[in-house]
């Protein structure tokens, strides 16, 4: 089984023209070229001994070298050969430079020694990269890529750095010009066109249409499940439905926030009312700060002197007074007693 080598080597850019190399040493080797660009083709080894060896190109000989010497060019200002490496430049690539193309090699006495072939393909280049997007009637987005003039453009895409999945895609593939995004589907898309001698990419950010996912009861009790456009959405009962998109979440955690600031508030509360119980209750029970003196009382009498006449004049009488004290009351509380009295003697003085 004969090898196809396909030979892609390098990509110069596609305002000077597209440059790419080509092994011609392996038997039906699978050439390309851009067009307007730069083929490089190996016909023979480095430093080769060979004596002699002739080009075809559909049985007409455009290239006869001896002893690394050319003898023949038919191949214009636009074939470039060096005998040294055994290379031949083709620049300005035309389709006409397409087809199949024939080296034989010939010892000192022109006898063949062998014979190998290449097929060349002229390419038109992936110059640019095109993307066009709509919204569906569902909430699915449509993408196209194209590439204006490019021969056999091959198509891949890619989101936020990844390969599309099925649970991406609604319609076509990865290797269409053509595919279709479900409703959930956002992020940086990026489409990449390439064919045998160049490619290039296209990058944009696409976002959702504005569809969310009910699934919910509604007004006359029939189950909802489908996408709807979020602005237009009227079809449940906002008590029983139960939508599953992205703004659940949020009012979930709106509603948790506020529960969690009111249990807040409420342990503060009786935190407070506790505190304030306890300050009340304790100096309740502190005992009253009351009189540390009691009275105590003392009757005074006067009376007549043994063996004397009282005298009647109060101005010749004199009165001695008993001491009064004062005492300590006890903390306990004790009830003095309404009978008791304290006498004092009293004497008349002359």
Known sequence: MEAVVGLLVMLLGVS?????????RQNTAQCFGALGGTLVLQLINKDSEIHQYKCFKGGTVILQVRKNSIENNMLGDRFIFTPSDGTVRINNLSSTDAGEYKVETFNSEGKSLGSWSQQLTIQAPVSSVLLVHECLSHGERKVSCSS??????????TLDGHNLTDSELLGGNTETNIITLKQHVS????????????????EETV????????????ANGTRISQWVFEAN???????????????????????????????????????????????????KNKPKEEDNQELTYSE???????GRQMKQRAEEEGVE??????????????????????????????
């Open 16 to 24: 000077h023209g597209v440059e790419t190399h080509c092994d011609g």
């Open 148 to 157: 204006e003039g490019a021969d056999s453009p091959q198509y891949s895409w």
């Open 187 to 202: 992020g940086r898309l990026v489409c990449s066109v390439r064919n045998d001698v160049s490619s290039c990419s296209k």
């Open 207 to 218: 976002c959702t249409c504005g569809f969310i996912f009910i699934n919910c009861t509604s």
């Open 233 to 283: 959405s009227t079809l449940c009962i906002e008590a029983t439905a139960s939508p599953t998109n992205t703004a659940l979440p949020r009012d979930v955690g709106i509603l948790t926030t506020t529960a969690c600031v009111l249990a807040a508030l409420v342990l503060l509360l009786v935190v407070g009312v506790s505190v304030v119980c306890a300050q009340k209750k304790k100096r």
């Open 300 to 306: 005074v009498r006067i009376g007549p002197r043994p």
């Open 321 to 350: 007074y008993g001491e009064v004290k004062f005492s300590r009351r006890p903390r306990h509380n004790v009830e003095p007693a309404t009978d008791e009295c304290i006498y004092a003697k009293v004497r008349r003085e002359k």
